[in-house]
């Protein structure tokens, strides 16, 4: 008796679960902006960012999460050299953001191998972490290139779809253009029958009654 109850059991837990395990994760989308605070946003390639791990004591604290650099120098007793975190600064440092780890294997940008409960949660901690927490001043190189390419595509893309609008309006037109012209054909077909018809009349037409029809 327990077992079937136990299979009931573990299939309404399983139905319950099936959206969650087959939605699949939308990670949120990032908006560049152009100027940041007035100024122009900056760029960073992995050697600029570098510079701001902590090292010289001059420079701020930056740390980017999902190709977004932020100004961490305020968490400096986190994020500073010698600190816990020190790690996670100078760099895109997202996967280690979103699986929680410091491993140098993990410091780096990539997560495409992540699960989606991992991407939802690196979501969360770049809201309501970094986003609320820090200010940005700027974004990785490979996040512009990133949105640069899928804009580029985006816009081959319209085009196409415009072009093959056009192709099918002009298509559109010439089959238009066919049939009246065909329309015509038939209606200087029909003329030149009638007209036909009208001189084989005139012609078998005897003189005598053309010559009343003129008097009249």
């Given at each position: 008796?327990?077992?079937?109850?136990?299979t009931?059991?573990?299939?309404?837990?399983?139905?319950?679960?099936?959206?969650?395990?087959?939605?699949?994760?939308?990670?949120?989308e990032?908006?560049?902006q152009?100027?940041?605070?007035?100024?122009?946003?900056?760029?960073?390639?992995?050697?600029?960012?570098?510079?701001?791990?902590?090292?010289?004591?001059?420079?701020p604290?930056?740390?980017?999460?999902?190709?977004v650099?932020?100004?961490?120098s305020?968490?400096k007793?986190?994020?500073?050299?010698?600190?816990?975190?020190?790690?996670?600064?100078?760099?895109?440092?997202?996967?280690?953001?979103?699986?929680w780890?410091?491993?140098?294997?993990?410091?780096?940008?990539?997560?495409?191998?992540?699960?989606?409960?991992?991407?939802?949660?690196?979501?969360?901690?770049?809201?309501?972490?970094?986003m609320?927490?820090?200010?940005v001043?700027?974004?990785?190189?490979?996040l512009?290139?990133?949105?640069?390419?899928?804009?580029t595509?985006?816009?081959?893309?319209?085009?196409?779809?415009?072009?093959?609008?056009?192709?099918r309006?002009?298509?559109?037109?010439?089959?238009?253009?066919?049939?009246?012209?065909?329309?015509?054909?038939?209606?200087?077909?029909?003329?030149?029958?009638?007209?036909?018809?009208?001189?084989?009349?005139?012609?078998?037409?005897p003189?005598?009654?053309?010559?009343?029809?003129?008097?009249l």
């Amino acid at each position: 008796m327990a077992a079937p109850m136990m299979t009931q059991f573990l299939s309404v837990i399983f139905c319950l679960l099936i959206p969650v395990l087959c939605d699949k994760y939308k990670p949120i989308e990032i908006e560049l902006q152009s100027e940041i605070n007035g100024e122009p946003a900056r760029i960073f390639t992995a050697d600029e960012i570098r510079k701001y791990d902590g090292s010289d004591p001059k420079k701020p604290l930056y740390m980017g999460v999902r190709g977004v650099v932020f100004d961490v120098s305020d968490g400096k007793g986190f994020y500073g050299k010698g600190s816990e975190y020190n790690a996670l600064v100078g760099k895109d440092a997202t996967r280690a953001v979103a699986i929680w780890s410091l491993e140098p294997q993990d410091l780096v940008p990539d997560v495409n191998d992540l699960p989606d409960f991992k991407l939802k949660m690196l979501d969360e901690t770049f809201q309501e972490t970094y986003m609320k927490k820090y200010p940005v001043i700027g974004y990785m190189d490979y996040l512009v290139e990133h949105k640069q390419f899928v804009k580029t595509a985006n816009y081959k893309e319209n085009t196409r779809s415009l072009e093959n609008k056009d192709d099918r309006n002009s298509d559109k037109t010439e089959h238009k253009l066919h049939k009246e012209s065909l329309q015509s054909d038939k209606q200087n077909d029909s003329l030149d029958t009638v007209r036909k018809a009208s001189d084989e009349v005139f012609k078998n037409t005897p003189q005598t009654v053309l010559a009343e029809h003129e008097e009249l």
